[in-house]
Structure formats: structure tokens, C-alpha cells
């Protein structure tokens, strides 16, 4: 383990049960094709209060991964593994009735693309009042009262009319603070935001990242931040976990990950970002080839196929030996920690601009 | 809303005129002619002449055709008496009123189209969302065999079966009859028991597989699974979210099926022996009875077109898109 300068604002190590536990979590899909394996042994941990960026290609398992935690995969065809202990209380192979009542209440979920994600047929104010109603026991009444509560909380301009308007009415920034608002509308200790901005204008982007910002300080929420969008995570997030293939490649906290990464796909994933600052002639690097297949991956470390330094690793071991992500702050990668700094400070870093 | 119910209105009101056109240059146009019901057995080509003055059938057709169209809206006057508005025309084979006749017949007609129809639509809507609640179950699979089974049936196949089933070897219900449902509710629900039965079983299975398949696909809606995501429970989930979005293709198909409800309604008349609008269709075809054919033609046709309208207004209903837009 390396030794970090911890920030004040990280959780104190004292060795009391995180909010959010995941262990060992291993999420299967069977198919026609054969079985998927979509999660492959990930574990996490997330306080309250604290922002968590999970960063990651499509398909790398950011959003099974979550929608697992929800316990919203269909049994019959996903096998899900290993532990998922929010607040102490296991939810991998939970009763349904169990899990409707966190549901909305405990834990919330706001999803990528708002048009899709809110029923055509039921006002706005009807699908935020729902999960309250059914959560606390109020009345339609008040479940009204509280939408409009909520409507104004998320920054919609006359929530006393829009509550009655359909989705289609709303604008697409509108829409996903309806959704924000919906997810909050319990006060749910964990908020999992998957994608909440990529379906948007960026001019939008940055004030729904501010909303959720202002309400996790109002509501001390522990929030999940999907995304592959470094950028967002720079400005939103605590802590970063870097995905590949299903499994966690790297974690730190944002500025350890952004300012000395320890993984060659994260080095990939800030090549291929897009910088203001940077020069416009510099060509943009994008990571070679595509995400490997969940049906079969690459065995060893699953990103060696597309990595341009298993040749700085002795022997064969990129391909048949799995690299181990430490506890804490580290990469899942076979390069000494010595070599990663060197790499990425004369290779990457000048090329970032 | 309004104005696209105005505007489905004008377009029904164009079919009709179509419709009618259509039909009175090509009943008005074969080698029969009309005038030889009315003027029975021992006929002169001189009484001929005279029933075609007193009936307006020397004048040439489009004139014909307006007098027609007029006497719709404004009545009309025969040698044989006045026929007040709306006047489809004089039946030379029934002597009477084309409208009497079919205000007389349509009462069995609506009884037994609305009655399959109710019939067809909670039975297969209802085995199609059980077999997708169940999907992949047994009692999916058996829905989804017998469901193909009963959509190769026919109506004149399966009629007289479940006839000699249920009355004629068990007793169980009597010939099927029709009681105006103002004159005795129950008589009207035991008569048309197996009429109902027969005419929606050709209906049913495709509505079930529609439901099952509509369902499954909407079950996988991101926003059902936001739904679910807010800890509504299955059950709602499934009635309040997906249930509604399946609605909207099954109440397109089910406004195409007007029409071969139908048909289905001729058909279920013929094999029952009840006096409706089909079974009025097929006699007057059989006796020439042109009169008779137009009327009946223009009102089935203003009966699916006010109906595929309504089915139209039930999309509003079901999808507020619609309603605002």
C-alpha cells in the first residue's frame, strides 16, 4: 500500500461499516450465446454525504452494477453473487417486498434519459407523488403538495401548474429535474445517477450537476455518479472507481485519479478527453481497439489486449495472470509503481496539454 | 382534440358520399330492374311505365342519385306513400320504408356486435396478460397453443357445434334468440349466449396474443423499470404502467376490426337465424332488393365510421400525446 495525503473531507478510518458495503459482487446474465458475465468480482464502499464517479466504457458494468444494488435485474435470467450491505442490511437475494420498501425510499435512482425513464400517460406531479405515498403512507393530497414542494426544490418555475403536465411538456432539462426530483422526493440516504446529463444539452449539464450538489448538502445523500464522462466527475465527485470489463481497475479519490492515474485504461480514458485548454492541433488519443467481449474476456488482465505497455511486464503475465486492485487507493495493473509514475509523467502528462 | 375529431368527421362524411355513389351506379347500373317486384304477377309492360314514373326510375340515374341523396335529409314522396327523412328509399319487397326495416333489425345487430366485442376483448385481453404475467410458464404456453387453435376456427364451423353441444344434446341453453334487452334483460343475455360465444372465439385468440406480446414488450420499457425503481410493486407496475401502454396498438387493431366485426356479425345472423342488419344484407342480395342493399350498405358503413371515430377519441383517452397535441 502507498502512502497518500489524505484530504480532510475523507472518511475517517475507524473502522465502522460504510453506508454502502459492495463485496465480491459477481452479476450474470445467461443468454442464448452463452453466460455474460457483466459484474466480475467488484467491491466498493461509499459514506454518506460522499459522491462516488464510477467511470467506465459502455459495457464496462457501471449500470448493472447499480441496477443490481436496486435489485431491478429480472431473476430469472441474471445470477447475481456476493454482498451488497446498505446500512448494515444485505440486499443480494432479498424478498421482493423487501426491496420495493428501500426502493424509492432508501435508495433512488435517477436514469439517463428522462423522455424514456417517465411514463407518457401520468402527469409529472402523479409519478412524483407515487413512490411518497406509497413510502410514507400519505395521502393523494398531500403526495400532491409534496410534488409541488419538490418541483420548486428542483428549480421548476410554477410548480403549481407544471405538476399537472405531462413529460412531453417538459423540456429535456426539465424533464431530468422532474426525475431528480422523483428520486428525492423520499429523502433517500443513497441517490444512484446514472448518466444524469448525457441525454442533455451541456449548457443544461452543469446545472443539474449544481442541483444535485446543492440537494446531497441538503439532504446528506450518498450519491452514485455514473458516468464516462471524466469531466463531469472531476466536478461532482468525491471518490472515482475506474471500470473495465466488469471489474474495478482503479479508485482514489478525484484528484488522486485525475492528477497521478495507476492504470494505462485510465491513462487511455484522460487521453481521449477533450480539453479547452489544450491545444487544437493535438490530435485527440483514443484508446485502440473496443471493450472486449463479457461473453468471453481476455484472460489475465482484461484490458491487455489494448494495452500498448504489457511489454514493460515480465513474461506473459498481462494474459494469464489477473492483476490485483488493492484496497484503498491503487490500480489492477501488473506495472510497478515506480514504472506507472514514470510512464504516465513523460508519456501521458505532456500530451494532456 | 376537437378539431381532429371535426376533422375525422369531415373525412367519414366524404366516405359516405363515396360510398353511396359508388354503390348506387353499381346496383342502379345491372340489368334488374326494380320496378318488376312491385308490379307482381300478371304485369304489363304499360303498369311497368307507370311504377317507374310513380317511383322516378325514368329519370336518368344521377338525377336518381340526387333525388336520393336528398331524400336522406328531407324525406321523400312515392305513389305508394311518403317516406319521411332520413328515406333510404322504398323496398318494392318488403313494402315498406328501407328505414323501417332496418330500425327494426338493427336493435339484434348492435346486441350481438357489442356483446362479442366485450366479449373478445375481456377474454383475450385477459388470457394475454396473464400469459405474459406467467411468461414461459405452462399456463402461458397453453394460452398461447389454444389461442392458435381457436384462430384457424370459423364461425360457420363452430356454430353448429357448440349449438349441438349446448342445446340440442344437453339442454344446458335454448335456441339462440333475440329479446329486446328493454323487454326482458335476462331472455336478451341467455338468447345471445352463444351467438356471442361464437362470433368473438375467431376474435379472441388474436387479441390474446396481442396482449401477451404488446405486454412483454412494454414490461421492458425503461419507464416501467423506473416504475419499479420507485418501489411501486409488481402489480402496479404492471396494471398502471404497462398495462396502459399496451393499450394504444391493441385499440388500433381493434378500430380495423370493425369491419370484420362485421362481416362476422353476417355471417353468426346466418348461422343463428337472427333477424339483424347481416342476415338483412344476405336476403336482400338474394331478392335484388336494391333499395334494400343501398340502405343497408350506407348504414353499416356510417356505423363503422362512427365507430372506428370513437375508437379514434379513445386514443386521447389512453394517450395524453394525443389529447394535447
Avoid at chain 2, 114 to 138: D, S, Y
Wanted: hydrophobic residues 40%; neutral net charge.
Amino acid at each position: 500500500m502507498t502512502t497518500l495525503t489524505k484530504t480532510e473531507d475523507s472518511p475517517a478510518p475507524t473502522g465502522a461499516d460504510p453506508f454502502l458495503s459492495v463485496r465480491d459482487l459477481y452479476v450474470r446474465f445467461s443468454t442464448e450465446d452463452g453466460i455474460v458475465k457483466a459484474v466480475d468480482g467488484l467491491s466498493f464502499d461509499l459514506e454518506r454525504g460522499r459522491t462516488l464517479g464510477i467511470v467506465g466504457e459502455s459495457g464496462s458494468g457501471k449500470s448493472v452494477t447499480n441496477l443490481a444494488v436496486l435489485g431491478l435485474h429480472n431473476p430469472k435470467s441474471t445470477t447475481i453473487s456476493g454482498e451488497i450491505l446498505l446500512d448494515g442490511q444485505e440486499l443480494t437475494g432479498a424478498r421482493e417486498k423487501t426491496l420495493e420498501r428501500l426502493r424509492g425510499n432508501k435508495m433512488a435512482m435517477i436514469f439517463q434519459d428522462p423522455l424514456t425513464a417517465l411514463s407518457p400517460y401520468y402527469t409529472v406531479g402523479r409519478q412524483i407523488a407515487e413512490p411518497f405515498v406509497k413510502h410514507t403512507g400519505a395521502s393523494k393530497r398531500e403526495g400532491r403538495l409534496r410534488a409541488v414542494e419538490m418541483l420548486g426544490k428542483v428549480g421548476i418555475p410554477q410548480p403549481q401548474t407544471r405538476v399537472d403536465d405531462y413529460p412531453h411538456q417538459f423540456s429535456g432539462g426539465m424533464r431530468q429535474r422532474a426525475m431528480i426530483a422523483m428520486s428525492l422526493v423520499c429523502n433517500p440516504s443513497l441517490l444512484i445517477a446514472d448518466e444524469p446529463t448525457t441525454a442533455l444539452d451541456v449548457t443544461v449539464q452543469a446545472q443539474i450537476l449544481d442541483l444535485l450538489k446543492d440537494l446531497q448538502q441538503e439532504f446528506g445523500s450518498a450519491i452514485i455518479l455514473i458516468t464516462h464522462d471524466l469531466g463531469v466527475v472531476a466536478n461532482t465527485a468525491d471518490d472515482i472507481l475506474v471500470m473495465y470489463a466488469g471489474r474495478a481497475v482503479e479508485r482514489g479519490s478525484v484528484k488522486e485519479v485525475l492528477q497521478s492515474p495507476r492504470h494505462p485504461y485510465t491513462w487511455g480514458l484522460l487521453g481521449s478527453m477533450p480539453r479547452l485548454s489544450g491545444d487544437v492541433e493535438q490530435p485527440l488519443k483514443p484508446i485502440p481497439g473496443t471493450p472486449p467481449s463479457l461473453l468471453n474476456p481476455p484472460p489475465g488482465c482484461p484490458f491487455h489486449p489494448r494495452c500498448a505497455y504489457t511489454g514493460e511486464v515480465g513474461g506473459d503475465r498481462c494474459s494469464s495472470e489477473r492483476p490485483v486492485l488493492p484496497e484503498g487507493r491503487g490500480g489492477a495493473c501488473h506495472l510497478t509503481a515506480e514504472r506507472k509514475q514514470s510512464i504516465f509523467i513523460e508519456d501521458i502528462q505532456p500530451a494532456l496539454g | 382534440m376537437l378539431q381532429f375529431l371535426l376533422r375525422r368527421s369531415i373525412g367519414a362524411v366524404v366516405i359516405l358520399i363515396l360510398i353511396s355513389a359508388f354503390t348506387f351506379f353499381l346496383f342502379f347500373s345491372i340489368p334488374q330492374d326494380p320496378a318488376l317486384l312491385a308490379c307482381g304477377k300478371n304485369c304489363t309492360p304499360d303498369a311497368i311505365k307507370i311504377i317507374h314514373q310513380n317511383l322516378g326510375l325514368d329519370k336518368p340515374v344521377p338525377v336518381q342519385y340526387w333525388n336520393f341523396m336528398v331524400g336522406i335529409f328531407a324525406g321523400r314522396d312515392f305513389a305508394v306513400g311518403h317516406c319521411s327523412a332520413p328515406c333510404f328509399g322504398y323496398s318494392f319487397a318488403n313494402n315498406q320504408p328501407v328505414w323501417n326495416t332496418i330500425v327494426d333489425r338493427f336493435p339484434t345487430t348492435l346486441s350481438l356486435t357489442v356483446g362479442g366485442a366485450f366479449v373478445f376483448l375481456l377474454v383475450g385481453l385477459g388470457t394475454g396478460m396473464l400469459a405474459a404475467w406467467k411468461r414461459g410458464t405452462a399456463v402461458d404456453k397453453t394460452f398461447s397453443s389454444v389461442s392458435l387453435v381457436l384462430s384457424s376456427m370459423q364461425i360457420y364451423f363452430l356454430g353448429p357445434i357448440v349449438l349441438g353441444l349446448l342445446v340440442y344434446s344437453t339442454d344446458i341453453l335454448s335456441s339462440p334468440k333475440y329479446v329486446p334487452f328493454t323487454e326482458n334483460p335476462g331472455q336478451w343475455f341467455v338468447g345471445l349466449l352463444i351467438p356471442w360465444i361464437v362470433l368473438s372465439v375467431i376474435f379472441t385468440a388474436n387479441y390474446t396474443r396481442m396482449s401477451r406480446s404488446t405486454m412483454i414488450e412494454q414490461l421492458q420499457e425503461e419507464h416501467v423499470r423506473t416504475a419499479k425503481a420507485k418501489g411501486m410493486s409488481s402489480r402496479y407496475v404492471f396494471f398502471r404502467y404497462a398495462w396502459r401502454g399496451s393499450l394504444i396498438p391493441i385499440v388500433t387493431i381493434f378500430g380495423m376490426d370493425l369491419g370484420s366485426l362485421f362481416g362476422g356479425a353476417i355471417i353468426t345472423e346466418q348461422t343463428f337465424s337472427l333477424a339483424g342488419i347481416g342476415r338483412l344484407a344476405v336476403e336482400s342480395v338474394i331478392k335484388t332488393d336494391l333499395p334494400m342493399i343501398m340502405g343497408v350498405m350506407l348504414f353499416s358503413a356510417f356505423m363503422i365510421l362512427l365507430f372506428n371515430i370513437i375508437v379514434d377519441a379513445a386514443y386521447a383517452w389512453i394517450d395524453p400525446r394525443v389529447r394535447l397535441s
